[in-house]
T-cell receptor, first 113, second 115 residues
Framework: QQQVKQSPQSLIVQKGGISIINCAYE??????FPWYQQFPGKGPALLIA?????SEKKEGRFTISFNKSAKQFSLHIMDSQPGDSATYFC????????????FGPGTSLSVIP | DTGVSQDPRHKITKRGQNVTFRCDPI?????LYWYRQTLGQGPEFLTY????????KSRLLSDRFSAERPKGSFSTLEIQRTEQGDSAMYLC?????????????FGPGTRLLVL
């Protein structure tokens, strides 16, 4: 019930392309869904987050699509750049678990020129 | 820099030694979390503080691990009698808790290597 599933495990995209990462969750008590970006040797940094009362949130080149009935959400990175190459974690948290963040296993994104 | 800070950034120790890590959260944040991240995995929750009270501990946190947050400010994580399996990145995060789940801001982590 606490697990967050994420796919693909790794992704290679050409510069200018669209990167898509998909996640799914089981626990309906989750009410906050952040995406974190992590570069090697660094801590995770919040990229964008969504609550289940909206179906989409866009910030610059990054968009989260959220499907509450399917318990799925995805990250779209438009016009992908080499600087976007990093590991991306979807995550979920909720008030019933002291807000501890449950992370997906991560997607390693490589954007090639 | 007003973000979460952690010290040291790297620690190499021999098996059986004790180590202590420090985390300084964002100053107005009342919630503090410790996570552990092994190579190729997402961070895993270890423990959580609301002000100075430790409210939850993961089963990952064996009795060799202890965490404190005196006065509800900085926190320390101590590992006694370290084992090679303790080698990981230890991450600290903080948030300002209200009635909703709020964004957690992560520090740069302390990378521990147990030889």
């Amino acid at each position: 019930q606490q697990q967050v599933k994420q796919s693909p495990q790794s992704l290679i995209v050409q510069k200018g392309g669209i990167s898509i990462i998909n996640c799914a969750y089981e626990n309906t008590a989750f009410d906050y869904f952040p995406w974190y970006q992590q570069f090697p040797g660094k801590g995770p940094a919040l990229l964008i987050a969504i609550r289940p009362d909206v179906s989409e949130k866009k910030e610059g080149r990054f968009t989260i699509s959220f499907n509450k009935s399917a318990k799925q959400f995805s990250l779209h990175i438009m016009d992908s750049q080499p600087g976007d190459s990093a590991t991306y974690f979807c995550a979920a948290s909720g008030r019933t678990s002291y807000d501890k963040v449950i992370f997906g296993p991560g997607t390693s994104l490589s954007v090639i020129p | 820099d007003t973000g979460v800070s952690q010290d040291p950034r790297h620690k190499i120790t021999k098996r059986g030694q004790n180590v202590t890590f420090r985390c300084d959260p964002i100053s107005e944040h009342n919630r503090l979390y410790w996570y552990r991240q092994t190579l190729g995995q997402g961070p895993e929750f270890l423990t959580y503080f609301q002000n100075e009270a430790q409210l939850e501990k993961s089963r990952l946190l064996s009795d060799r691990f202890s965490a404190e947050r005196p006065k509800g400010s900085f926190s320390t994580l101590e590992i006694q009698r370290t084992e090679q399996g303790d080698s990981a990145m230890y991450l600290c995060a903080s948030s300002f808790g209200t009635i909703e789940a709020e964004t957690q801001y992560f520090g740069p982590g302390t990378r521990l290597l147990v030889l």
